[in-house]
Every structure is written in C-alpha cells, then in structure tokens.
T-cell receptor
C-alpha cells in the first residue's frame, strides 16, 4: 500500500509571495501518477497539476510548478505570485498506474493555505 | 463545463432511512468510477471502485452491505447508504477517470446529514 504525507497542516503567506507546499510519498510501485488538488470552501475538487512518474521534467501550469524528486519520493508544489483566490485546502495525491484499469487516489491529509491581502 | 454531475448536493434525513446518491459522467462513457468520503477537516478516503457491469470493489473497512454501489450504465453510478445513522454523516464525492485514464474528474459532492 502507498502512503502520502503532507507535513504542513497550515501555511499563511502575503499576496504576491511565493509559497511551497511539501509532499512525500511511499510506494513500491514504479509506474504511478502524482497530483495536486485544490479544495476551496465550496469543497469542489480542482486539479492543479499532475506529474507522470516516468517523466523527469517537472510539470508546470502557469503559476504552479512542482519539484518532483523520484528517488527521494518527494513532490512539492510551488505557487508563484500567490493570489487571494489561491486560499484553499491543497491535497497531494498518488495514483498507481496499471494496465487494463485504474486505481483510486490516495490523498495526503492536506495543507490549508491562506493568502493574506 | 462540468464533466461529472453529482446529485443531490445536500441531504438531511432521519436515522434509519436509506439515501441514494447519483454520479453521472456527462462527457464520456466511464467504465470505472470512484466513491470517496470526507469527514470534516479531514482528507478524502477512497471507499470503493465502481465497475460498470460488475460488482464494486470496496476498500478495507468499508461495509459493502452498508454502502451499496450500482454501476448499471456507462454514465451512471449510484451509492446507496442503507439504514443511515448519525455516524454516516459526511461529505461523499464521486470521481470519473478521464478518457486517457487520468486524471480523475470529481463531482461537486453530497453533504449527508443524518439526524
């Protein structure tokens, strides 16, 4: 079984600052995907960014980027030029890749990110 | 636009009643859907994998007789909480796999409150 650990229950930064959320995971799988999801107070789950484990290049999506260290099993999220709308819970998630089907996501406990004006 | 439609968004009912939650894939056929539960201020926990045309696969600790899952068509999965009790009060959310197999698209969730 795999586990996902987010060691920062809450973080607070000023608007326009850069913030990094940490995530580590443990798995014996070699093929998998990693994700960051955002959950605002509406509780809707919004995909922020995804990373295929076989890709060495770190994924980026506009202001969001990851630092994927496969050997260290680390998958941190960097948010640049943070905005008030970034305030939300952020969940790191793992999904095993398998042929002929798919598994559900294993989530970390989440980090509550607060962007201060 | 929305990829997944989940209904109802909020349910309040008395202890002992059964509650059905629907999850529809709007954009594509989905042979696999997932059901998660999220208690207040906690993370999402996978409850079960819903497979079209076959039995659902439940995670350890989830009672299959308590949480009935039916995936009768390629666009609809239902979760029925049978004889619900206050401890079943939670936020239930479904997801559908993208055509390429990932990522998962989530419904807006159902807040279930059992009095």
């Amino acid at each position: 079984a795999q586990t996902v650990t987010q060691s920062q229950p809450e973080m607070s930064v000023q608007e326009a600052e850069t913030v990094t959320l940490s995530c580590t995971y443990d798995t014996s799988e070699s093929n998998y995907y990693l994700f960051w999801y955002k959950q605002p107070p509406s509780r809707q789950m919004i995909l922020v960014i995804r990373q295929e484990a076989y890709k060495q290049q770190n994924a980026t999506e506009n202001r969001f980027s990851v630092n994927f260290q496969k050997a260290a099993k680390s998958f941190s999220l960097k948010i640049s030029d943070s905005q008030l709308g970034d305030t939300a819970m952020y969940f790191c998630a793992f999904m095993k890749q398998r042929g002929g089907g798919a598994d559900g996501l294993t989530f970390g406990k989440g980090t509550h990110l607060i962007i201060q004006p | 636009g929305a990829v997944v439609s989940q209904h109802p968004s909020r349910v309040i009912c008395k202890s002992g009643t059964s509650v059905k939650i629907e999850c529809r894939s709007l954009d594509f056929q989905a042979t696999t859907m997932f059901w998660y539960r999220q208690f207040p201020k906690q993370s999402l926990m996978l409850m079960a994998t819903s497979n079209e045309g076959s039995k659902a696969t439940y995670e350890q600790g989830v009672e299959k007789d308590k949480f009935l899952i039916n995936h009768a068509s390629l666009t609809l999965s239902t979760l029925t909480v049978t004889s619900a009790h206050p401890e079943d009060s939670s936020f239930y959310i479904c997801s559908v796999l993208d055509r390429g197999g990932q990522p998962q698209h989530f419904g807006d969730g159902t807040r279930l409150s059992i009095l």
